[in-house]
Every structure is written in C-alpha cells, then in structure tokens.
Nanobody
Framework: QVQLVESGGGLVQPGGSLRLSCAAS??????????LGWYRQAPGKERALVAS???????YYTDSVKGRFTLSRENAKKTVYLQMNSLKPEDTAVYYC?????????WGRGTQVTVSS
C-alpha cells in the first residue's frame, strides 16, 4: 500500500557529505498525512532511528547526528531528504526509510552508506 525507494548512498571519505532521498508511492494514502523516518543498521547492530519528520515538517534527530544531519520533506514530490554532513566512519550503515501508518510499518529496501578513507 506504500512503496518506499531510497537512493543516494555511496562511499564517502570522513568529513564528506551525502544526500539520501526516499520517494514514496501510494494509491491509497496521502503523503502529506505521513510521518516518515530514517533508520540505519550497521553490521552486527540493531536497526535504530536516525531522524524523523512529522506531517507539520518538524524534525527529530538522535543525539549522535544532531548538527550534522538535516531532514526535510517535499510533499509535492512525495519525497523526504536526509542531508548528511561531516560524516564519520561510525555513520557507516544501511539506511532505511520508514513510514508508520495505521498500525503498519512500511520499509524501503535500504541504501548503503560507507564512510571510509
């Protein structure tokens, strides 16, 4: 009912930047009425919330990314963006887009972010 496609991952050196995108498609629900989140999962670790944005456009960030990551949404394009600056090796993970909606959790397939010199 909601399909999410992430893009923008890749290999970047420490201190570099990447912008992730999550494009949503749905024939039933309104994108404007969706909260969206970005999670990440590093090898051997559990998937964890990185940032989220509500329908009013108000973002939340986990402490480890505050001041470095910026989350925004463009409702006309049904897309949410995660601008990641000052990347660190510990940011290396697969990043997933998430929509919690009516008791269900919708996930994308993820995009790999690798921060390494």
């Amino acid at each position: 009912q909601v399909q999410l496609v992430e893009s923008g991952g890749g290999l970047v050196q420490p201190g570099g930047s990447l912008r992730l995108s999550c494009a949503a498609s749905t024939s039933i629900f309104s994108f404007n009425a969706m909260d969206l989140g970005w999670y990440r999962q590093a090898p051997g670790k559990e998937r964890a919330l990185v940032a989220s944005i509500n329908t009013a456009g108000i973002p939340y960030y986990t402490d480890s990314v505050k001041g470095r990551f910026t989350l925004s949404r463009e409702n006309a394009k049904k897309t949410v963006y995660l601008q990641m600056n000052s990347l660190k090796p510990e940011d290396t993970a697969v990043y997933y887009c998430n929509v919690p909606l009516r008791g269900n959790n919708y996930w994308g397939r993820g995009t790999q972010v690798t921060v390494s010199s």
